[in-house]
């Protein structure tokens, strides 16, 4: 009987360890699974258990392959200007972007800010670089987007007029004036009419080969224009009325913008962007003659003109300054105050700072 009772303790020993282990294994088990959730969770921005559940059997990181890239202008090369335009001529911003799984980048031109920003809005663009007035416009008018750099704070708006017309801003008065709607260089022209007090000027719409074409008929009697466009008009004898350089608050700048819909896939673009776009500005700096001449090339005039219109020192190597968001909330607030803009909105509810 002793025996037996010996044998039956150790038995149930036995069964006790046994059970344990058993028990310890599920509970490591279920941490493990419950650990996995949680981090997926975090990485795909989901909020509750069930979203967590979706991210946990999707694959981590699902950034889509191709990025669509909108940019204004069309030339030969089919490239944008800028610190950007030099990443993608020299395949720098491409090898960036490669190692966050973005395998191949389309561009596209486009004529003005306004068509790209219809692009945007409708999903055939990711991102986008256009000027500050466009990008605003579209923002107020519920563009889904965020604001990730400010390459440029120092564009420079233009007013051009005809050949044998007016020589001054108050000759204006009664005047009619060429204008791409929506742009940088109508928000110039609308502050400067304002603050100048010209009245009865009447604004058309046309993009720049078109109003180009309009002043040397003499069918407008001004028109705005920007960068080596409006330095071979001045050349070529057309009268220099006014620039934004004489009233610094009217500087336009340029906005990169991504939808908020790209961002709820790749979260971390803005990152990756200016981190790809940094390393296109610091070859670029190694190699100015090199980027002079593709700018010039671009653009269809000499090198001497680019260094006088985009000198390399008006491209900035940070996302944003605080001279370049102050313009851009001094833009905001006068697109709104003249209706131009359907609604106000925070500026910090668009701007995206990455760290």
């Given amino acids: 009987m002793h025996t037996q009772r010996k044998g039956g303790g150790a038995a149930w020993r036995a069964a006790f360890i046994v059970g344990l282990l058993l028990t310890l294994a599920f509970m490591q088990a279920c941490g493990s699974a ?24 999707e694959p981590a990181g699902d950034v889509p392959a191709v990025l669509n890239y909108g940019y204004i202008g069309t030339n030969k090369l089919n490239l944008p200007g800028g610190a950007e335009g030099w990443g993608f001529y020299k395949g720098i911003i491409q090898e960036e972007l490669k190692k966050h799984g973005i395998t191949e980048v389309k561009l596209t031109g486009f004529p003005n800010g306004p068509d790209q920003s219809e692009s945007l809005i409708s999903g055939r663009l990711d991102m986008g670089s256009l000027g500050d007035t466009p990008a605003i416009l579209a923002r107020a008018s519920g ?16 007013l051009i007029g005809k050949k044998d017309g007016p020589k001054t801003l108050q000759e204006l008065k009664g005047k009619t004036i060429a204008i791409q709607k929506g742009s940088f260089m109508h928000r110039y022209v609308a502050g400067l009419v304002k603050s100048e007090g010209i009245e009865d000027v009447k604004f058309v719409h046309m993009l ?9 008929r003499g069918d407008v009697d001004a028109m705005t224009n920007n960068g080596v466009f409006a330095l071979k008009l001045i050349e070529a004898g057309y009268a220099h009325l006014d620039d ?56 269809g005039t000499t090198v001497e003109l680019v260094k006088k219109a985009s000198p390399i020192s008006y491209i900035k190597d940070v996302p944003f300054t605080d001279p370049g968001l102050k313009l851009l909330d001094g833009t905001k607030a006068f697109l709104v105050e003249e209706k131009l803009a359907k609604k106000d909105f925070e500026l910090d509810d668009w701007v995206l700072k990455s760290e």
Avoid at 208 to 216: Q, S
Wanted: charged residues 25%.
């Fill in 208 to 216: 720049r080969p078109d109003g180009e074409a309009a002043l040397a």
């Fill in 34 to 57: 419950n650990n996995g959730g949680s981090s997926n969770a975090a990485a795909s921005g989901a909020g509750n258990g069930g979203e967590a559940k979706t991210a946990a059997a």
């Fill in 244 to 299: 934004a350089t004489k009233h610094p608050e009217l500087y336009g700048t340029s906005a990169t913008v991504v939808s908020e819909d790209y961002l709820a896939k790749f979260p971390d673009f803005p990152k990756a962007w200016n981190a790809a776009r940094l390393k296109a500005i610091e070859d670029l700096k190694q190699h100015e003659e090199e980027y002079y001449a593709f700018i010039a090339e671009q653009q």
């Fill in 143 to 158: 563009a889904k987007t965020r604001l990730i750099t400010q390459g440029a704070t120092d564009s420079i708006g233009y």
